[in-house]
């Protein structure tokens, strides 16, 4: 259906780092599940914190809120509507003539 959203439950492992080198969380989700243009996934449980200097991996549970065929396009064209705001183009040097 164009309207209808899917829930997935998925366990996932967060590996979580505040080091000198990199301050980084990132989810790595179980099974071979593909991501689209617009889907959500939110972590569940209480939230983490990670001392100065340390790393963290920890296993937990995520809900994946697939997109609809109308938000997944929607999301695309603001995808490409927006990346233009990525980048500036100018013709000067800067410097007075």
Not at 55 to 67: D, E, I, N, P
Request: net charge negative; charged share 20%; aromatic share 8%.
């Amino acid at each position: 259906m164009i309207w209808s959203s899917q829930c997935i439950n998925v366990p996932c492992t967060i590996e979580i780092e505040n080091t000198f080198e990199s301050l980084h969380a990132h989810v790595s989700l179980d099974g071979d599940l593909a991501m689209n243009p617009g889907d959500e996934v939110l972590v569940h449980g209480e939230p983490v914190r990670v001392p100065y200097g340390q790393k963290l991996t920890l296993r937990r549970f995520a809900t994946v809120t697939r997109a609809s065929p109308l938000e997944q396009a929607w999301t695309r064209l603001l995808a490409r509507l927006e990346f233009t705001e990525l980048y500036e183009v100018s013709f000067s040097s800067g410097r007075q003539l």
